[in-house]
């Protein structure tokens, strides 16, 4: 089985059924997914944001976001100094660059719908 870091971009699309929610299940389909401890924080502040200007949709948006929580996803803690580092060094938002040390630290590939994300994987080779 691969082994793949998924952002909450990718995550999101799946959870909220969005429209890049077909392609994100190509992503991660099969893979053992990990992904920070920061990926429920970002869902949540997503799922707010969606109730926000879908109120009559809150406790659905509510219930999609407990599904994603419960998805068969690896937590883990990073090194945040690392992230730190590592956000000055390529321009990322630390947010973006504790998934791309979380995917180095493990040695597998990192899925993203992030353009900022994703240029900085191709301009780097990861």
């Known amino acids: 089985m691969a082994t793949k870091v998924a952002d909450a971009s990718v995550i999101a699309a799946l959870a909220f059924e969005e429209p890049a929610a ?3 299940e ?5 893979a053992d997914i ?16 969606k109730a926000r200007v879908h109120p009559q949709k ?5 219930q999609q976001l407990l599904k994603a929580l419960w998805l068969d996803i ?3 803690e990073v090194d945040h100094s690392a992230v730190f580092r ?4 390529t321009g990322l938002s630390t947010y973006d660059a504790s998934y791309l040390h979380l995917a180095r630290s493990l040695g597998v590939p990192l899925v ?3 353009q ?6 191709q301009a780097r080779g990861d």
């Open 34 to 49: 990990w992904a920070p401890t920061l990926l429920a924080y970002e869902l949540t502040s997503t799922a707010w944001k």
């Open 58 to 62: 809150s406790a659905a948006i509510g």
């Open 26 to 30: 190509k992503l991660v389909d099969g």
């Open 74 to 76: 690896h937590w883990a």
């Open 116 to 121: 900022q994300l994703q240029s900085v994987l």
């Open 22 to 24: 077909n392609e994100a």
């Open 112 to 114: 993203t719908f992030d």
């Open 86 to 89: 590592l956000a000055i060094e």
